[in-house]
């Protein structure tokens, strides 16, 4: 089993920066594959941005693209914490978002390819 927990959701103004962390553990995770994906009230969830670990592409939503950057930030005690920054927030951003954990490194994109999940972490965008 994996578990993830995600963190650093809030409320933040149009133009605004935020930081989402995604603790993850229950087993060696070098060749996992861990996603962001974000779901809106009313809408499908959607991918935000992956990154595995042990390196590799790193794949990022047109939506977000070029204002997200995912990165590793550490491991330790077996647990491996990721990031995910973004940038010139808009409205739309606001969603639920979620972490997620598949092994391997393919690059997919789609939430029945992901195995584990996150409860998630709110982020607002006020205009």
């Known amino acids: 089993q994996v578990q993830l927990v995600e963190s650093g959701g809030g409320l933040v103004q149009a133009g605004g920066s935020l930081r989402l962390s995604c603790a993850a553990s229950g087993r060696p995770l070098d060749n996992y594959r861990i996603a962001w994906f974000r779901q809106a009230p009313g809408k499908e969830r959607e991918f935000v941005a992956s990154?595995?670990?042990?390196?590799?592409?790193?794949?990022?939503?047109d939506a977000v693209k070029g204002r997200a950057t995912a990165s590793r930030d550490n491991v330790k005690n077996m647990v491996y914490t990721v990031s995910l920054r973004m940038n010139t927030l808009k409205p739309e951003d606001t969603a639920l978002y979620y972490c997620?954990?598949?092994?391997?490194?393919?690059?997919?994109?789609?939430?029945?390819?992901?195995?584990?999940w996150g409860q998630g972490t709110q982020v607002t965008v006020s205009s």
């Open positions: 990154i595995v670990w042990s390196g590799g592409t790193i794949m990022y939503g």
């Open positions: 997620a954990a598949r092994r391997g490194v393919a690059l997919l994109t789609d939430t029945d390819d992901y195995e584990y």
